[in-house]
């Protein structure tokens, strides 16, 4: 029997456009076990700040609504006892992305970071991520510890 590992594949980043301060790494990640993706960073040379997102009722390659934060949701004025207005978000046909503290990763199943799901976001770059440029991203595992991969940037 094959000693079961940690499996990283199709490690890549999209290209940015000049002027943007956001870019996305995507990968295929395969645990032998129950895990979960903790954490994700690259080099302060690359970018300012690293999060785990997820994208919520995403179009695909529309980057333009990122600045819902959650605390904007207490905003809306709900009358005491309405919780009926809590899936509010569930209603725009916008792209939201959030921030998530962690993605489950079921033992031996393939969970795909890709443009409209789960990615690793790039936040405060330093330079535009431009096609052939390799990025070195440190993933943080609950359990495996820390990967380090490369990430290709390509155009997306």
Known sequence: EAAAELLLEDVWARQSPMGTTMGAIYLNITSPEDDQLVAASVPTEVAGDTQIHETV??????????????????????????????????????????????????????????????????????APLEVGDEIELTLTFEKAGDRTVTAEVREG
């Open 57 to 126: 009722m995403a179009e695909e390659g529309d980057m333009s609504s990122t600045t819902m934060a959650e605390g904007d949701m207490s905003s809306t004025t709900m009358a005491e006892g309405d919780m009926s207005s809590t899936t509010m978000a569930g209603d725009m046909e916008t792209m939201t992305m959030r921030e998530v503290d962690s993605i489950e990763l079921p033992a031996g199943e393939m969970v795909e970071l890709k443009p409209g799901g789960y990615h690793v976001m790039l936040i405060d770059l330093v």
